[in-house]
């Protein structure tokens, strides 16, 4: 069985300093695939290069505290692909692809953190610019390998993936905009929602994500924006999912698929 763990660290200095490291030499996952870095490589060079016998690969923002991905993997890839090719968001760290080909598979594993467009406007139209390129890419990676995306995606799809649906219609994460992106990428672009495939009807108990104002977490006032998004192949081959809340590492929880596959 192999398992892969998706997690927005907000900030690897903070999420380590909370329990993450013990939690994963306690779980043993194959891989964790982690978004909000919020780190330099100087900051992770002989600090966070390994996590847990989890060899790290990152790709880190530009701008100092912000974004960043990473892939931790007890495998070797044969090919490390850092950023996708986009001359605006690369920039920002969020998109490291780590290749695990032999001559009888071509497989992705990727960590991908979409942009949030809650802050303003301005980020929540370079949101839509994302959706715009990050699409088409996707399309293309899918014509010539199998892959898991795994990452915070920052939009919740349907109503069910939120508590307070109503009152989000027209906020950042829950835009009709941003979920017809959603439907489109799983209906015409033929990726699917993994989570949703094993637990069809979960409301609550799928949230992965709960703001910091408020009681959001203690009510459970929660958001399912944090997602394993993968070619059919090997969805088919999830047997089954936890989203862990007994410890706190972040505003966010770590999401764990347990996929039947041998890298």
């Keep these: 069985m192999f398992n892969l763990v998706s997690l927005n660290l907000n900030g690897i200095r903070s999420a380590t300093s909370k329990g993450l490291e013990a939690w994963l030499h306690q779980t043993r996952p194959d891989c964790i695939c982690v978004q909000e870095v919020k780190a330099q490589a100087a900051d992770v060079a002989g600090r966070f290069e390994e996590l847990a016998g989890l060899r790290g690969h990152f790709q880190f923002a530009e701008k100092k505290g912000y974004s960043g991905v990473g892939i931790y993997t007890r495998h070797e890839p044969s090919e490390v692909r850092i950023g996708y090719g986009s001359s605006e968001f690369d920039a920002e760290g969020r998109y490291v692809e780590l290749r695990f080909d032999t001559p009888q598979r071509k497989l992705s594993l990727i960590s991908c953190y979409f942009p949030s467009g809650s802050s303003g406007e301005d980020r929540q139209q370079a949101k839509f610019r994302f959706l715009d390129e990050i699409y088409p890419h996707l399309q293309a990676l899918?014509?010539?390998?199998?892959?898991?995306?795994?990452?915070?995606?920052?939009?919740?799809?349907?109503?069910?993936?939120?508590?307070?649906?109503?009152?989000?219609?027209?906020?950042?994460?829950?835009?009709?905009?941003?979920?017809?992106?959603?439907?489109?990428?799983?209906?015409?672009?033929?990726?699917?929602?993994?989570?949703?495939?094993?637990?069809?009807?979960?409301?609550?108990?799928?949230?992965?994500?709960?703001?910091?104002?408020?009681?959001?977490?203690?009510?459970?006032?929660?958001?399912?924006?944090?997602?394993?998004?993968?070619?059919?192949?090997?969805?088919?081959?999830?047997?089954?999912?936890?989203?862990?809340?007994?410890?706190?590492?972040?505003?966010?929880?770590?999401?764990?698929?347990?996929?039947?596959?041998?890298?």
């Design 142 to 263: 899918k014509d010539g390998r199998e892959f898991i995306l795994c990452g915070d995606v920052n939009i919740a799809h349907k109503e069910m993936d939120l508590k307070n649906w109503k009152g989000n219609l027209k906020n950042s994460g829950f835009l009709p905009e941003e979920r017809a992106w959603m439907t489109k990428l799983l209906d015409e672009g033929g990726l699917v929602d993994v989570y949703r495939r094993l637990q069809p009807e979960a409301t609550e108990a799928a949230y992965t994500w709960w703001s910091n104002r408020g009681q959001a977490y203690a009510k459970n006032v929660g958001w399912r924006i944090d997602y394993h998004l993968a070619t059919p192949g090997l969805a088919e081959r999830a047997r089954s999912e936890s989203i862990y809340k007994g410890e706190k590492f972040s505003d966010h929880a770590p999401l764990t698929i347990h996929y039947d596959l041998h890298l």
